[in-house]
């Protein structure tokens, strides 16, 4: 059949050669039948090493087996595929060489044969410029993440010493809210001292003063009633140093508990017999008496000193012809000592302070005391692990709860 492309060689030359993309027109059998000279260049043959040769010297080896194929199924269908709208596409250059390209492809009928123009653009440049971009992005991407890291290392060091300040400055400000506290303590400590010694202080010398003016026999009455009082104020004075002597061996852990095993009555009956000498008038103590079988393992004097300070409390804060019920109670887990009074009551708004050492409640302050008794009690009882808890109203008087642990005799 003759080649109708080159029956009017001047109008194909002019229309090929002015197209700046690559053209290569095939039959068919997919036999190239005319190029133009971009796609010469393109692919590095002359026009004549070209003519009536397979498409497949211009596709690489490896697709050659596909691509026929492709082909078959775009000749039958007979539609035109623009450009960009394959995957990746390759030529192969007379060297061999593969390089990248873009395909649009058009049939068209010339006398009823159909040939198909490919329109072939070279995009080694664009795709080099895509790598060389994804190369700049990923090696962007590389530095964001490492400065990001750096950026996340910096933040966490700058939340870690942020975190540091704020424990130093919590630490500070606690320290300084104790040394607060510790020089109002002080304060507290001094006025104290000096107001409940200077009181029996005064007491002592003016009973010393009038017991020194009764000096005959018949006025022995009154010199012994002053000397009771020089003995009060002297007792009293003494039950306060040990309260302090008290709360300097708690604090600085030097008290050593001394544990035996004894009857449960020696203690109450002794502790009954010193508070019935500084009863009110009328006042009484209602106490069990069937307690001499209960035996018990701990450190008497710390539990005459609990108690005591519970019942001289009761004693004190409770007004004439009062009663105080004093029960005592065991289990299986040890035992509970129980102090009602019928006395002022401590205040709602006093009761979370009661513990602590100095503190007294507003209703109390007109009576004598240290406002360390209750505190000694507590640190005690810790030590020995017991607790120690109050049910109380203003002027209803107050119910002091202690529980000791059951401790075995080693």
């Known amino acids: ?6 029956e009017n060689e001047f109008v194909f030359n002019v229309l090929f050669e ?8 095939v039959d068919e059998n997919q036999t190239i039948v005319a190029t133009n000279f971009a796609a010469e260049q393109m692919f590095g043959y002359a026009k004549k ?3 009536n040769q397979p498409l497949n010297i211009l596709i690489p080896s490896s697709y050659h087996a596909a691509h026929g194929d492709h082909f078959k199924k775009f000749y039958k269908e007979s539609s035109a595929r623009k450009m960009g709208q394959n995957k990746e596409l390759f030529g192969a250059n007379k060297n061999g060489n593969k390089f990248p390209v873009e395909v649009g492809l058009n049939p068209f009928q010339i006398k009823e044969k159909t040939f ?3 329109i ?9 410029s895509d790598a060389k971009i994804l190369e700049l992005n990923a090696l962007l991407e590389s530095k964001i993440s490492t400065r990001t890291t750096e950026l996340n290392k910096t933040v966490a060091n700058l939340k870690e010493e942020i975190e540091k300040r704020v424990k130093a400055e919590s630490k500070l400000r606690n320290a300084l809210k104790k040394e607060k506290e510790l020089n109002e303590l002080k304060t ?9 010694f200077k009181t029996p202080l005064s007491g002592v010398l003016n009973a010393a003063v009038l017991a020194g ?3 005959t026999t018949d006025t022995q009455d009154k010199r012994d009633k002053h000397l009771l009082t020089i003995k009060n104020k002297v007792h009293y004075l003494d039950g306060i140093l040990n309260d302090f002597l008290s709360v300097e061996r708690l604090d600085s852990g030097k008290v050593r508990y001394i544990f035996s095993n004894f009857k449960l009555s020696k203690v109450v009956n002794e502790v009954i017999y010193n508070a019935n000498m500084v009863l009110k008038s009328g006042q009484h103590i209602n106490y069990p008496s069937n307690i001499d079988d209960i035996n018990i393992y701990q450190d008497e004097k710390i539990v005459e000193v609990i108690l005591s300070n519970l019942l001289h409390n009761a004693i004190k804060y409770s007004s004439e012809n009062t009663k105080i ?18 006395g002022i009551g401590i205040p709602y708004a006093d009761q979370k302070h009661i513990f602590e050492r100095y503190f007294r409640a507003e209703n109390a302050l007109t009576n004598q005391g240290t406002g360390i008794g209750l505190n000694i009690v507590k640190g005690h009882l810790e030590s020995l692990g017991g607790t120690i808890r109050f049910i109380s109203k203003k002027n209803e008087g107050a119910t002091f709860i202690v529980k000791l642990p059951l401790i075995k005799e080693k």
């Open 49 to 51: 090493e070209l003519q």
């Open 120 to 128: 072939i653009i070279d995009i080694s440049i664009r795709k080099a």
């Open 213 to 215: 003016k009764y000096t």
């Open 18 to 25: 002015a197209v700046s993309e690559g053209v290569v027109v």
């Open 188 to 196: 507290k400590f001094l006025s104290l001292v000096s107001h409940e």
């Open 116 to 118: 198909v123009m490919s």
């Open 325 to 342: 019920d004093f029960k005592i109670t065991t289990n299986s887990k040890g035992f509970i000592f129980e102090i009602k009074d019928q």
């Open 1 to 6: 059949m003759p080649n109708l492309f080159h």
